[in-house]
């Protein structure tokens, strides 16, 4: 049975125990946040939890690091677009 | 490895002699910048040099504070208003946006009707010695800071804190000394002091000796070991302190936030850990979310009981902190005397050396008072505040 998750509305499988961020590479996904100040694109860089910019949205949860997040079936994935909680500006 | 010869500083090549420099600054921290910065303005020739980098201890582990709310009257109240001023009115235009300077304004809350009732009369003695503070009244914080949890008792907003970018701030202080002909030898570690008599004429260094008129110790934390190379005792010790980073976030802290039990976790004697929230935004879009206070030497293992209460607390104040994830942790030194004031000013058990040390976590907002007075004794001039408080041998047996 292939496992899949939802990735902004299109469908991105994965092999069990891949990350988030290693399933989107493998489905040819290179970026999926941009910056906050100048839109630029992001994806993964050090690819070990360390420099937080592969953040993208899980199930609602935003900041989430797509290096570290493993992949299951049925997940609704989302790009992150500049910061990930835009509704706390005050 | 190669030698780069242009690497080697002018001074410390044997064939190349230059005349001995007014000064050597121990200590390219915050601190030490100011000096050097303070000196050069006056007309000294500076040398300024570091075992490690520039804003390499505790002025790169901070938040960049510069408060004046955290300070009952008396004489470091008296430096951070001085100092206030300082940043404000001369620095901050003077190092550009790099700085990173925003004059935020401190807002400090009260938990309790107990606390409030301190916190009102802090505000009173404050304002008393000159301190701008404004009372708030609990039901006008979300107005202030509309995520603050709802069940504080008060507050108060001090409208002269303000905060910089630590790091940047040090390395401007040095560029702008540079331009005025301060050199600044870091990777150099000072093994010993040079001495005629009693006087203190220069630094050792393994690279050569570097005479100099006076020598100013300002080396924080570590200062304690620059005094011991001439043979003198100065109880400067390391009090931790970590801060957590969070997300970016978009701009939801106005003001650099915290809770009354901070003043009173300054001021305190105690060994074992103390901690209250301290938040504040960065512009990153980070927050750092501080403060923590132990004595336990110059452990740098990391201590999560000590982040998680950090995090509880900072949460505490604001609630929707809950969710926000931590990017990362660091944690710095801050050098601290028996009294919690500075030691600024000249050794008479050796002429020649000065102190501007143990700043304790307000060496950022105290830096430029310092280097001013430090520049004043050295070119002969009245400080523009007393220094018999700080006088670095008030601990002597």
């Not at chain 2, 336990?296 to 809950?322: E, H, K, M, N, T």
Request: charged content about 20%.
């Amino acid at each position: 049975m292939t496992e899949s998750f939802s990735f902004d509305g299109t469908v991105v499988t994965f092999r069990s125990g891949q990350t988030i961020g290693a399933a989107l590479l493998a489905s040819g996904t290179r970026s999926w946040r941009t910056t906050r100040r100048k839109g630029r694109l992001r994806g993964l860089f050090c690819g070990i939890g360390v420099c937080f910019d592969c953040l993208l949205t899980v199930d609602g949860v935003p900041d989430q690091r797509a290096c570290l997040v493993e992949a299951r079936d049925g997940m609704q994935v989302r790009t992150q677009q500049g910061v990930g909680r835009a509704g706390l500006a005050i | 490895m190669r030698c780069n010869i242009a690497q080697v500083p002018a001074s410390l090549v044997p064939d190349r002699p230059t005349r001995a420099p007014d000064v050597v600054v121990v200590g390219a921290g915050i601190v030490g910048a100011a000096c050097a910065f303070a000196a050069a303005r006056a007309g000294l020739s500076v040398v300024v040099v570091d075992r490690g980098a520039i804003a390499g201890g505790t002025s790169g582990a901070g938040e960049g504070n510069l408060l004046v709310s955290d300070k009952l009257p008396g004489p470091e109240l008296d430096l951070a208003l001085l100092s206030a001023r300082l940043w404000r009115d001369d620095l901050a235009p003077r190092l550009g946006p790099r700085l990173e300077y925003d004059a935020k304004g401190g807002l400090v809350v009260a938990a309790t009707s107990e606390a409030a009732a301190a916190l009102c009369e802090t505000i009173a003695a404050q304002r008393a010695a000159g301190v701008a503070v404004t009372h708030v009244a609990a039901a006008d914080l979300p107005t202030l800071e509309p995520h603050l949890a709802p069940d504080l008792a008060g507050g108060a907003r001090y409208p002269a804190d303000a905060q910089v970018q630590p790091i940047a701030a040090t390395a401007l202080l040095l560029r702008e000394a540079r331009t005025l002909g301060t050199r600044v030898l870091t990777g150099t570690r000072v093994t010993g002091l040079l001495r005629a008599g009693d006087r203190v004429t220069g630094v050792r260094t393994p690279s050569g000796d570097l005479p100099a008129g006076a020598v100013v110790n300002a080396a924080g934390p570590w200062s304690g070991e620059v005094a011991a190379l001439a043979g003198l005792d100065l109880p400067v010790c390391p009090r931790r302190g970590f801060v957590l980073v969070t997300a970016p976030l978009p701009r939801m802290v106005r003001h650099k936030v915290y809770t009354a039990a901070y003043v009173g976790d300054v001021a305190s004697d105690e060994a074992a850990l103390q901690s209250s929230a301290v938040v504040e935004e960065t512009p990153a879009g980070t927050l750092l979310i501080g403060a923590s206070r132990e004595r336990v030497g110059f452990d740098r293992a990391s201590a999560v009981p000590v982040l998680r209460r950090l995090a509880a607390q900072a949460v505490g104040l604001f609630p929707v902190l809950a969710a926000v994830p931590v990017l990362r942790t660091y944690l710095g030194f801050r050098p601290c005397s028996p009294d919690h004031l500075p030691l600024l000013g000249p050794d008479p058990r050796a002429p020649g050396l000065l102190h501007a040390t143990a700043h304790e976590g307000a060496g950022i907002g105290l830096a430029p008072a310092t280097g001013a007075l430090v520049a004043q004794v050295l070119t002969g001039e009245k400080p523009a505040l007393d220094l018999h408080p700080f006088r670095p041998e008030r601990f002597a047996a």
